[in-house]
């Protein structure tokens, strides 16, 4: 065997070893880049949702503005305090390296969404019943998610 083809066996060994290596490198180093990026992005996506509600005075400014639903405001300011505490929640978890679920993310993406569509309408052109049953139903689903997340 000439020296070319030894250096080129040897080549070929070093290639399938550094791709068999890069691989395995990949697999291992693939769920905490998951798990950085759930909490980077997630976390901004989950505060900038948040952001949307507060920069309109939240559930509690929308409860204000209405002359049927002033005297029930405190409900309000209830959930929006809940919302942003499942929010810290999440952002424990990553601080505390328990990476959180992307069903976790997608679970309170969901409620502050339900928070959001609570602004579709005047709340003085729908039955005040119906909007105090939409934010009884927001807050007990908000205190269920966080009762299932470690304290």
């Known amino acids: ?15 399938v070893s550094m791709t068999f290596l890069a691989l395995i490198f990949f697999l291992i ?6 798990a950085a990026d759930i909490c980077k992005d ?15 005075g939240g ?4 409860l204000e503005k209405s002359s ?11 959930v929006d305090g809940k919302l942003q505490r499942l929010i810290v929640s999440f952002e424990n ?9 992307p069903k976790l993310h997608g679970l309170i993406l969901g409620l502050i969404g339900d928070a959001r569509m ?3 309408k005047d709340a003085d052109r729908q039955p005040k019943e119906k909007v105090l049953e939409k934010l009884s139903s927001l807050k007990k689903n908000i205190d269920e998610l966080q ?5």
């Open 118 to 120: 609570i602004f579709n």
């Open 29 to 34: 180093q693939t769920p905490k880049t998951f």
């Open 42 to 56: 997630g976390l901004k996506e989950l505060q900038e949702s948040q952001g949307v509600i507060q920069s309109k």
């Open 68 to 78: 049927t639903l002033r005297d029930k405001s405190i409900v309000g300011l209830q």
């Open 93 to 101: 978890l990553c601080d505390e390296g328990k990476n959180p679920t």
């Open 147 to 151: 009762d299932q997340l470690p304290n």
């Open 1 to 15: 065997m000439t020296n070319i083809e030894q250096t080129s066996k040897s080549w070929k060994k070093f290639s």
């Open 59 to 62: 559930i509690w400014g929308y």
